[in-house]
């Protein structure tokens, strides 16, 4: 009997030290394509530039979030990482520029996900606010001012403020079904939303005090 139980504790041992080793080998491999991804915009000298001195950077850095995402990369361990390192660097306080780059990653994330699904057709009416909607989640966040003050009715366009908010709630609540409950996926998702939807009501703010 006695002997029994030494041998499940060495197999248990021998499970745990796996399992650690696999750990360890996925936290490495998380900070790697994260390394990765930051490789073009990150100069190992100074403290880092944001945005970066060089355009062509960021499209690079896009391109390697589309490549990665392809391939399965930028799993849970993934956006933990990120968040990991996101939390520490505003802590820190002294190193802006990495804050922004993270959260930049975070958002080309979102933005690469949320664009895979398409709602503006229903038959073959294609509804303008969730197109409108669509555009927003497939641009750089510098041009949604842009975009808003052009799409909406309280700007040039003819999206209603009430209709976008509408499809933007529509589209985290379909985001919340899609994605596992408390997950760093469903996070980061629902928060690049929220952050269309509150740039919305800035917007709607700021023109509704134009004289």
């Not at 915009?41 to 589309?66: F, G, H, N, R, T």
């Amino acid at each position: 009997m006695q002997k029994d139980y030494e041998e499940l504790a060495t197999s248990v041992m021998s499970i745990v030290d796996c399992l650690v080793h696999k750990t360890h080998e996925k936290i490495e491999s998380a900070t790697d394509v994260l390394k990765g991804i930051l490789k073009p915009v990150v100069d190992e000298v100074e403290e880092i530039p944001w945005p970066p001195s060089d355009p062509e950077a960021l499209k690079l850095m896009e391109k390697e979030i589309m490549q990665r995402e392809q391939e399965g990369q930028l799993d849970e361990g993934f956006l933990s990482e990120v968040n990991a390192q996101l939390r520490q660097a505003k802590q820190d306080g002294d190193k802006p520029g990495l804050v922004s780059m993270l959260q930049k990653v975070l958002q080309l994330y979102a933005s690469r996900l949320l664009s895979k699904r398409s709602y503006a057709k229903k038959g073959n009416e294609v509804l303008k606010a969730e197109q409108f909607l669509e555009t927003l989640i497939k641009a750089p966040e510098e041009e949604w001012n842009k975009l808003l003050l052009d799409g909406l009715t309280v700007g040039k366009g003819e999206i209603s403020p009430e209709e976008l908010d509408a499809v933007v709630k529509k589209r985290i609540e379909r985001t919340l079904i899609r994605t596992e409950g408390g997950s760093y996926q469903q996070r980061v998702l629902t928060e690049y939303l929220k952050g269309i939807e509150s740039r919305a009501e800035e917007i709607v703010q700021f023109l509704s005090n134009q004289p």
